[in-house]
């Protein structure tokens, strides 16, 4: 636990949430700025600041928030139209929130963004 990250404080219970996923290693919860019809995130329970420092053993991590990023696309409804799962990293990445996190987002027809 990172005390000035706020998904730390929101895995901690220190800012609410309405969580819609949990388990011992990622929980999930809508992203408060949501960029489309559905957007969740699934983050790490453990502060890991990026992918980048992401240690060979976490590696696997990355396939469990897929799994379930997977699995709330079909329980929120947008599994048969489409969706987008986004890792952002870094600076240049566009990461603004430095506590690794996937985003799921659909609900409408994305488009590419640079
Ligand atoms: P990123 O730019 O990939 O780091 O994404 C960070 C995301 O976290 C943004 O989409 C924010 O809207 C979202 N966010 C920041 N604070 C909160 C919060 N307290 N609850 C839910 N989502 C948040
Ligand atoms: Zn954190």
Request: charged share 20%; glycine share 8%; aromatic share 4%.
């Amino acid at each position: 636990m990172t005390t000035a990250c706020v998904f730390c404080k929101i895995v901690a219970g220190e800012i609410p949430s309405e969580l819609l996923y949990q388990d011992e290693e990622v929980i999930a919860f809508r992203d408060i700025n949501p960029a489309a019809p559905t957007h969740l995130l699934v983050v790490s329970r453990k502060h890991i600041p990026s992918l980048l420092h992401l240690t060979e053993a976490e590696i696997p991590l990355i396939g469990h928030m897929t799994r379930v990023a997977n699995q709330l696309a079909r329980e929120h409804g947008i599994a048969e139209s489409g969706y987008r799962l986004v890792i952002n990293c870094g600076g240049h990445g566009g990461q603004l929130v430095p506590h690794l996190h996937m985003h799921l987002l659909g609900g409408r027809r994305l488009k590419w963004s640079q």
